[in-house]
């Protein structure tokens, strides 16, 4: 939930004005297709968010538009931000900003697949967005605030946290909410909590304030494994994406439960600088963006560590998502100036995605700035 100068994942696709309807028919069988690996939710080129399932060589049914699922006013536009999945893909939950002139509004929008069910909430108020499932618990947040969505006739929020300030709430797992008490305090200790549905935290690893002295920077951002086995972290800067200061470091925790910090290092040498983008897990193996900053605008590329230190995945590829099989389906892009003040950078694809099964690498057809796996 914390801003950050390198704006990635789901920001990247422009608004684009969709107003055609849903539709929550099952998905089209291909005939001839290999065995289905699992449905594939994801932010096409167009803006829309479509459904597809994957096949073991790179096949596809045909995408189902289901988002967005707000109606769009004349002159108005919509985008679609960060879909989530909970754990085994019963539900899908994705942000929808829709802007007229100066005026923007947000919802979130929560879609059981079984039947395409779309529920929506008013998130302008309290500015919120999914952080997650916690099993299949909607948790939505903004800075220092916690909801849970709750199920009925009309969907509600129920206050989870209201008071964490200073808190940045990294993602969920089957247990809770991981998230970050406290941010940037030079040479101040860095501690990580996980808090579950009935409010209360506990502590997972405290980060020692050594690691934080004079310029060393702090713990910028954090990804959660679903199944709770790893939480990987990025100490680094964005706000120096020009390529002042270390080299950013990974490190990687345990979600469930209270245990040390392995450090995970970054991939390369110290030099050029790099910056850790975004991480998907896939069979609890983390993959990672790494972006080097040495030009004008940063390149990027995937790198995976399975605990033997990183390995290249895809060059020159900006997004990747990972599933409890280990698939993993990479997208080769480029960053493309966002054409504000501070460093930041949307994700324009530059060719179809790639999936990687098996040790097997297959072209899949779609190009997407974000996904995700339902199953």
């Known amino acids: 939930m914390r801003a950050v100068a390198l704006a990635l994942a789901a920001a990247a696709m422009p608004a684009a004005v969709l107003s055609q309807p849903l539709s929550a028919a099952a998905l089209p069988s291909d005939t001839g297709a290999a065995p289905g690996l699992g449905q594939l939710a994801y932010i096409a080129a167009s803006g829309e968010l479509d459904l597809t399932t994957i096949s073991g060589d790179g096949s596809m049914t045909t995408p189902q538009k289901i988002g967005p699922a707000t109606a769009v006013p004349a002159g108005s536009t919509v985008t679609i ?16 900003e829709v802007k007229n002139g100066d005026h923007y509004s947000s919802r979130i929008v929560l879609r059981r697949t079984s039947d395409g069910q779309i529920e929506k909430l008013n998130a302008s108020k309290n500015d919120a967005a999914p952080v997650g499932f916690v099993g299949q618990h ?10 849970v969505v709750q199920a009925g006739a009309t969907q509600s929020l129920k206050p989870l946290a209201s008071s964490r300030k200073d808190s940045t709430f990294f993602g969920t797992d089957q ?3 991981v998230y970050e008490r406290g941010f940037a305090v030079p040479g101040a200790p860095e501690r990580i909590e996980l808090m579950g549905l ?25 990804w959660v494994d679903p199944d709770g086995r790893d ?23 345990s979600g469930l439960h209270p245990s040390r910090a392995v450090q995970l290092g970054h991939p390369g040498k110290p030099l050029p600088i790099q910056r850790m983008g975004s991480t998907s897990f896939a069979a609890d193996t983390p993959y990672s963006v790494w972006a080097l900053t ?16 990183w390995r290249l995945v895809a060059s020159d590829s900006l997004v990747a998502a990972g599933n409890l099989a280990g698939d993993v389906i990479t997208q080769p892009a480029k960053f493309v100036d966002a054409g504000v003040d501070a460093p930041a950078y949307n994700i324009e694809p530059t060719g179809n995605a790639e999936l990687h099964v098996g040790g097997d690498t297959f072209p899949v057809a779609l190009q997407s700035s974000a996904m995700v796996w339902l199953d």
């Open 81 to 96: 931000y960060g879909p989530t999945a909970s754990a085994g893909g019963a539900w899908l939950a994705w942000s929808e």
């Open 138 to 147: 909607l948790v939505v947040g903004t800075f220092g605030k916690l909801w």
């Open 175 to 177: 247990a809770g909410v």
């Open 198 to 222: 009935n409010g209360r935290s506990t502590v997972l690893h405290t980060f020692p304030g050594s690691m934080f002295k004079g310029s060393h920077a702090p713990l910028e951002q954090g």
């Open 231 to 253: 939480v990987v972290f990025e100490q680094g800067d964005h706000t120096d994406f020009g390529g002042v200061g270390p080299i950013s470091q990974a490190f990687a925790i």
């Open 294 to 309: 040495d030009e004008r605008v940063p390149t990027g590329s995937v790198y995976s560590d399975d605990g033997d230190g």
